[in-house]
């Protein structure tokens, strides 16, 4: 989840899965909608990577990349329901309820 948090801490990383919000785009499709450098903008996919919020395909000479929005969302869930007082009791349970599967298993 740490790694997460800290790549949508930058605003060119948070612009970028916004582009890649409804669709892939090839790293210099990316790299072109913003005023930095290429191998700046390639930093930025590769923290988005190393989080497991976007991932690259590698086609030809082009590398396409695509959100991973199972990984992100399922991370911002996490992190509301443990923000949250209405949900935490109802983690708990639902922990307690798989501890006590698996000790009867």
């Known amino acids: 989840m740490q790694r997460v948090f800290e790549a949508l801490a930058s ?3 948070r612009k970028i899965l916004a582009l890649l919000a409804h669709g892939e785009l090839s790293a210099g499709d ?10 700046s ?6 923290v988005l990577e190393a989080a497991g919020l976007v991932t690259g395909e590698k086609r030809g000479q082009f590398v396409f990349y695509r ?3 199972d990984n992100l969302i ?4 996490g992190f509301v ?11 708990r349970e639902s922990a ?3 501890h006590a599967s698996d000790e009867t298993a």
Do not use: D, W, Y
């Open 30 to 39: 990316i790299a072109a909608r913003f005023e930095m450098t290429k191998p």
């Open 81 to 91: 329901q443990e923000a949250c007082p209405v949900t935490r009791p109802l983690k």
């Open 67 to 69: 959100q991973v929005r």
């Open 96 to 98: 307690e309820r798989q």
């Open 41 to 46: 903008i390639s930093q930025h996919l590769s």
């Open 74 to 77: 399922n991370t911002l869930n």
């Open 11 to 13: 605003a060119p990383r």
